[in-house]
């Protein structure tokens, strides 16, 4: 069964959204710090935290599989190798019980034997005929033609038998001298059946996967299986060095053999092991160069988070009023809010982020925009968690939260808090202004 996504909402964006609801949640409710001054946080690590998506655990096999099937006519008399063992292409796999290929050698010859004597009689008897016929006339002859052609028929029968049975008995001393079936190619082998029962209905004896091109076996939980879907673009990363990465692209989901848990007993996609059915699914490699075979991975869709962008992107909930004189709210070097001016590049909408030209750097202190910030209003970067915030008129109004507008420029309130600073500023920064 291959799923398809009617609405792929990519995680990132959804991970960008909590963390701004949770930011905003905390300056609302007297978390941002114990003096109540608005939360700021630096771009690099507002940028560097948000972006999770799902991740999978994985493992690199062989891209194909060989099925090596049992001759249903012959018996099989020993198997030479186990599931998981290493074989190079001629190694034994299995052989044939080669007493009863002889026994029908033996026989198929005698047959043969037997219509060679046949067909050397009859010709003789038709060569006789022959002879006598030009000595007689009318009814005699009549009856040597009827006799011949009797005869002739015999021979052309019997021939037909004889090739045959010699098309036979090569196949049987081909069977005898194959008698010990070889591994095709190298690689490793994956399953083996019995002497007595082969492993399926074609009569496959041992499944081999080639030590060629490689594949990941990726491993999805119930909860999260309709978060992928064939055709979907993923990164997989090395569990040694998470910067190493390669790309491919899902080939299959196998949603016909669930397993009830991870094999590796890890569950990374966020789904629960405790009775969750968890469901493999196979990723193509672009290019399979510096991974090997049987190597643990990480497996995550891609949504453009591995591609290197050049400049700063800043999630756009950040910057007010985008399509106009867009700005942030900052923290000058007096720990007090000011609007920042920023010149916007490029927008990625799979990201929903915008490039920043100008006005900012990675050091910068921006806050997440809401009623609160007001030019020259006390900034902390101390969080302090309100414990009785974390209610449930927070998470019901979780829906508000995520999906109200951005307050444009001039929709900020026009009453100050008693902290503000009205004072000018020196060292030629602007005087505090009201909102708006």
Not at 380 to 398: A, Q
Request: aromatic share 6%; charged share 25%; net charge negative.
């Amino acid at each position: 069964m291959q799923f398809i996504k009617q609405h792929k909402l990519p995680f990132i964006i959804a991970a960008a959204v909590l963390v701004a609801a949770l930011v905003l949640f905390l300056v609302l409710r007297g978390g941002g710090s114990s003096e109540g001054g608005v939360y700021v946080q630096s771009v690099r690590d507002l940028t560097g935290g948000i972006g999770s998506v799902h991740q999978f655990s994985g493992v690199a096999e062989s891209q194909k599989t060989e099925k090596i099937a049992r001759d249903a006519q012959k018996t099989v008399k020993e198997i030479h190798v186990a599931a998981g063992d290493s074989v190079k292409k001629g190694d034994k796999l299995f052989s044939y019980d080669t007493e009863l290929m002889q026994l029908d050698v033996q026989q198929a010859q005698l047959e043969i034997e037997s219509l060679q004597s046949t067909i050397s009689t009859a010709n003789s008897q038709i060569a006789q005929y022959q002879r006598e016929r030009q000595s007689v006339s009318g009814s005699e002859r009549m009856a040597y033609d009827a006799q011949i052609q009797q005869l002739q028929a015999e021979v052309n029968s019997n021939t037909y038998q004889l090739k045959t049975k010699q098309a036979d008995l090569d196949r049987l001393k081909q069977g005898l001298e194959n008698a010990d079936v070889l591994a095709p190619a190298d690689g490793t082998i994956d399953k083996v059946g019995t002497i007595e029962e082969a492993l399926d209905a074609e009569n496959t004896m041992v499944t081999l996967r080639n030590g060629g091109d490689l594949r990941i076996k990726g491993s999805v939980s119930e909860q999260n299986v309709m978060s992928i879907a064939v055709g979907d673009p993923v990164i997989v990363r090395s569990r040694v060095d998470k910067d190493v990465t390669w790309s491919g692209t899902i080939d299959s989901i196998d949603t016909g053999s669930a397993q009830q848990s991870e094999e590796s007993g890890m569950v990374m996609d966020g789904g629960s092991s405790d009775r969750a059915s968890f469901y493999s699914f196979y990723v193509n490699l672009e290019d399979d160069d510096g991974i090997i075979m049987g190597q643990h991975v990480i497996i995550e869709p891609d949504y453009g988070q591995g591609a290197a962008k050049q400049g700063l992107w800043l999630p756009a909930g950040f910057i007010v009023d985008p399509e106009g004189e867009p700005f942030v709210w900052m923290a000058n070097s007096r720990m007090k809010l000011e609007k920042q001016s920023v010149t916007i590049g490029e927008y990625d909408p799979d990201l929903d982020m915008f490039q920043i030209t100008e006005g900012l750097d990675n050091d910068s202190l921006i806050a997440w925009p809401d009623e609160n910030c007001v030019p020259g209003v006390k900034a902390t970067t101390e969080l302090v968690w309100d414990e009785e915030g974390m209610d449930e008129e927070f998470f019901g109004s979780m829906d508000e939260v995520f999906f109200e507008e951005m307050p444009g420029e001039g929709e900020f309130s026009e009453e100050l808090p008693d902290d503000v600073d009205l004072e000018p500023v020196t060292d030629g920064e602007p005087d505090a202004e009201p909102a708006g």
